[in-house]
């Protein structure tokens, strides 16, 4: 079933990447499961490998349900073409390593997710790449952190944990200007809220793990490319063996078709529990985008088309066991990492240990709250109990 750009985000999520005539007369693409791919004869084996004359080939390349869901999303966030992979953090050192070579140098955001961080560091480093950590708010003033090695200007719009908004058109239009490549970690924004490639963005990394497969029970990623980036991309997966199971693919398509709603109520009930903190006397700040009050909030609302659930607060200071005494008794926030599932979370992040290009200057304990789809008056209800539990705690 063909997708058209003039049609609503609600009716592409239905339609995108499946055709039922192709799928024995079913709705949903089956789950391709298979390694082996076998070819007609000799020749046209040899051909495929040398120039891809078929559609499909050995599983790890090419797979029905992984081109499903690659289309799919590819076609919802108006790249050219997406590459799978097993994890978020896959698709990023995947995209990562197609554009950086021994002595080059990549510009980074100093609010960037923290594995992404460690691999640059880590992995990066000792095959001879560069990093810049810069601030997240540096707009145009990027150009005077490029050097004649830069290919890669890394953001993630909002940051993790710490959710300063960017101006990626801003510093997308620098990048390019002087060469590098634009990767984005658009993964809060997900491919409905944020159309990376039209504010300058080359490639789009997303962890589908979140939002996508949306139920918590499976870990993919996506790369989505514009026509200029995709052979890189797709050359840096096949040379890396990136490749993902077509059951956890599956659960990606699966997820896409909810997305939507999902998102609507994931979005309006954060903005609903993020406005009710900010006005709870334990509250010092609340990170939360599509709030007047953030920083970023002129940016969120010129870039983006809607919020999802993930937000961050800082509570004014007190001592560490308060702070655990508020959320260990919490009933309906599970202590965790990930997000993006249908169940509400809640964890505590450090990153003044962390930043070096700008210190974290808060002084209160930093909180990271995931929405769910829970009742939103639920949710209030069980951070109340948990805020007297804070006062009580600090005495
Ligand atoms: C979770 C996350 C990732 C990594 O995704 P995994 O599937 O856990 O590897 C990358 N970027 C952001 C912003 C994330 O929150």
Same mark, same amino acid.
């Given at each position: 079933m063909t997708d058209t750009p003039s049609k609503s985000d609600a009716t592409r999520l239905a339609h995108l990447g499946r055709d039922p005539s192709r799928q024995f007369g079913y709705v949903n693409p089956p789950?391709?499961?298979?390694s082996t791919w076998l070819a007609p004869g000799l020749a046209g084996y040899e051909a495929n490998v040398a120039k891809q004359t078929e559609e499909y080939s050995y599983a790890r390349i090419r797979n029905p349900t992984s081109s499903a869901f690659e289309q799919a999303v590819a076609d919802l966030e108006g790249g050219h073409r997406a590459v799978v992979a097993p994890s978020g953090l896959s698709a990023i050192t995947t995209a990562v390593l197609a554009f950086v070579k021994a002595g080059g140098h990549a510009l980074v955001t100093d609010s960037v997710y923290y594995p992404t961080r460690r691999f640059f560091d880590g992995l990066a480093a000792r095959f001879g790449v560069s990093v810049t950590y810069y601030d997240p708010a540096i707009g145009a003033g990027i150009a005077a952190l490029m050097r004649p090695e830069t290919t890669i200007v890394y953001v993630e719009?909002?940051?993790?944990?710490?959710?300063e908004m960017q101006d990626i058109p801003v510093i997308a239009a620098v990048a390019h200007a002087r060469g590098a490549v634009v990767i984005h970690d658009g993964t809060w924004g997900t491919p409905l809220y944020f159309r990376s490639f039209e504010h300058g963005v080359d490639v789009s990394v997303h962890? /589908?793990?979140?939002?996508?497969? %949306?139920?918590?029970d499976a870990m993919l990623g996506v790369v989505v490319c514009n026509a200029a980036t995709f052979d890189r991309v797709k050359a840096s997966a096949v040379g890396l063996g990136v490749c993902a199971s077509p059951d956890d693919v599956f659960l990606g398509l699966r997820g896409l078709r909810t997305l939507g709603v999902r998102l609507e109520r994931h979005w309006a009930s954060g903005v609903e529990l993020a406005r009710w903190l900010e006005t709870r006397?334990?509250?010092?700040?609340v990170l939360h985008p /599509?709030?007047?009050?953030?920083? %970023?909030h002129a940016i969120w609302k010129r870039d983006f088309r809607g919020a999802c659930g993930l937000f961050g607060l800082v509570l004014r200071p007190v001592p560490s066991k308060a702070v655990e005494a508020m959320v260990d008794g919490l009933?309906?926030?599970?202590?965790g990492a990930s997000w993006g599932g249908f169940e509400s979370l809640i964890l505590r992040s450090h990153p003044r240990a962390i930043r070096t290009a700008v210190p974290w200057a808060e002084e209160g304990t930093l909180l990271r709250i995931h929405v769910g789809l829970e009742d939103v008056e639920d949710l209030k209800a069980d951070l109340a109990a948990g805020f007297e539990r804070l006062r009580t705690a600090a005495g």
């Open positions: 789950v391709v499961r298979g719009s909002p940051g993790s944990i710490t959710f962890a /589908a793990t979140k939002y996508l497969v %949306g139920h918590s006397p334990e509250v010092a700040r /599509a709030l007047p009050s953030h920083p %970023g009933s309906l926030f599970g202590i």
